[in-house]
């Protein structure tokens, strides 16, 4: 099976601060540059003009950010222009492959940590050898890596944490400082919310994503360390009682009227969540970074707003974390004209003040370890942070891009009743080898 680079605990805080060191765990036409040797360009051919892809940097909460990158960056090289692209999210790697089939495009790239980066690493520079006076500074390298070589640089941290709406509960006569900790607990809580008329959690599966959500987020609650650490470094055994237990959750919570009609014609983004801000469920497993986060969420439910680790659902299980990694990261692309001027203005992206203005204005929990996690005046951040030092990576981002593709397939057939449990797993095992 193929193996991912990542493994331990992510160690992160200390009260208020990120500490040092994760485990060894179409716009074409706009786009400029030509194909260049393994590696990027030997600098022989310096660039007047840098172009980088993102999908945020059309981002209002993310304007202070960019400007601060460019003025940096501008200090190192007056003389290079750089123009942001800030291409559709739902669009965004399509159009990047094809960037890369037609050999040209853009020279430095926003990637998601995982597979999407991983998939393309034969189109990226490694950076290992000009990143040395960052890896104490950023932390969530690993998700950024693939055959221990690193790709890009990472500028947040992605997990996802389990919100709740506290009225709801209150609404559906539950205690609402008392989110579900167990299987029983979790069932009694969904029968509960539903038999008040709201949905128990906000789900959206238009695009097959929301699986991805469902498999990490309850993961840390149904496998042992050893199993979880095992799928980490490709040991995965899709025949598990475990695995077994998560994909039959999934179509258990279906059937019993958990979530929201019309799951698969929900979008995950953003439409699974507007219903959860909209108080129209009681539950979501969001995310750290961003978007779909304890920040958006504070702003419509304010005090009623909760956070809670996954439940333990399994014998094995004594206690449970919140998944995190490195969520995006920004790589060089190697047709750019030189890779080290390309480099530093993924440096400059990743700089503390930049990203502190970043983390200042979104929320976002960010890559940077010198900087103090967000304080936006409410408990539900604090609790999220202080959860996070035995953190663990993903799970969905350890399997392959096209493992994800027919996950993504499956989830949404057995919402359907298309496919039984049973056969989804042999064909996700068959595709995993």
């Known amino acids: 099976m193929p193996k991912d680079h990542r493994d331990g605990p992510l160690r992160l805080l200390q009260p208020r601060r990120l500490v040092a060191a994760v485990t060894p765990l179409l716009l074409v036409a706009t786009a400029c540059g030509a194909s260049a040797p393994e590696g990027g360009g030997d600098g022989?051919?310096?660039?007047?003009?840098?172009?980088?892809?993102?999908?945020?940097?059309?981002?209002?909460?993310?304007?202070?950010?960019?400007?601060?990158?460019?003025?940096?960056?501008?200090?190192?090289?007056?003389?290079?222009?750089?123009?942001?692209v800030a291409q559709p999210y739902d669009q965004y790697y399509t159009l990047l492959g094809t960037a890369i089939e037609s050999g040209k495009g853009p020279d430095?790239?926003?990637?998601?940590?995982?597979?999407?980066?991983?998939?393309?690493?034969?189109?990226?520079?490694?950076?290992?050898?000009r990143t040395g006076d960052l890896r104490d500074r950023l932390t969530g390298w690993e998700a950024f890596q693939n055959g221990g070589r690193s790709y890009a640089v990472p500028i947040t941290l992605q997990g996802f944490p389990f919100y709740y709406n506290k009225a709801v509960y209150e609404q559906a006569g539950l205690d609402p400082e008392k989110p579900p900790a167990t299987l029983d607990a979790l069932a009694a809580v969904c029968e509960a919310i539903r038999s008040s008329g709201k949905d128990c959690f906000s789900l959206g599966n238009k695009e097959g994503l929301g699986i991805e959500f469902f498999l990490s987020g309850f993961a840390p609650g149904v496998f042992t360390p050893e199993q979880?650490?095992?799928?980490?470094?490709?040991?995965?055994?899709?025949?598990?009682?475990?695995?077994?237990?998560?994909?039959?959750?999934?179509?258990?919570?279906?059937?019993?009227?958990?979530?929201?009609?019309?799951?698969?014609?929900?979008?995950?983004?953003?439409d699974q969540f507007t219903k959860f801000s909209g108080g129209e469920g009681g539950n979501v497993i969001g995310l750290l970074s961003d978007t779909a986060h304890w920040k958006e969420f504070d702003e419509y439910l304010g005090e009623d707003l909760g956070f809670y680790a996954p439940p333990v659902l399994s014998d094995g299980v004594s206690e449970t974390f919140v998944p995190v990694e490195g969520g995006i990261g920004y790589g060089v692309m190697?047709?750019?004209?030189?890779?080290?001027?390309?480099?530093?203005?993924?440096?400059?992206l990743a700089g503390t003040e930049a990203l502190e203005s970043f983390a200042r204005h979104s929320g976002a929990i960010a890559a940077d370890t010198t900087i103090?996690?967000?304080?936006?005046?409410?408990?539900?951040?604090?609790?999220?942070?202080?959860?996070?030092?035995?953190?663990?990576?993903?799970?969905?981002?350890?399997?392959?891009?096209?493992?994800?593709?027919?996950?993504?397939?499956?989830?949404?057939?057995?919402?359907?009743?298309?496919?039984?449990?049973d056969q989804a797993l042999v064909q996700l095992a068959e595709s995993d080898r």
């Open 44 to 84: 022989n051919g310096a660039p007047d003009e840098l172009v980088v892809w993102d999908w945020k940097s059309g981002d209002e909460a993310a304007r202070e950010y960019f400007e601060q990158a460019k003025a940096d960056f501008r200090e190192k090289h007056p003389d290079v222009e750089v123009e942001f």
């Open 108 to 129: 430095v790239v926003l990637f998601n940590g995982g597979a999407q980066l991983r998939e393309r690493t034969g189109s990226l520079v490694p950076l290992d050898e």
């Open 228 to 270: 979880y650490d095992g799928w980490l470094a490709g040991e995965r055994d899709w025949s598990s009682p475990q695995v077994r237990q998560i994909f039959d959750l999934w179509t258990r919570g279906n059937e019993e009227g958990w979530y929201n009609n019309g799951v698969n014609s929900t979008a995950t983004f953003m």
């Open 334 to 348: 190697k047709w750019t004209p030189d890779a080290d001027v390309a480099f530093d203005l993924v440096r400059s």
């Open 372 to 421: 103090d996690a967000p304080d936006g005046g409410t408990p539900v951040v604090d609790a999220i942070v202080t959860s996070l030092p035995e953190s663990k990576p993903l799970l969905h981002t350890a399997l392959s891009a096209e493992t994800l593709e027919l996950l993504h397939r499956l989830s949404q057939q057995l919402i359907n009743g298309d496919v039984a449990v």
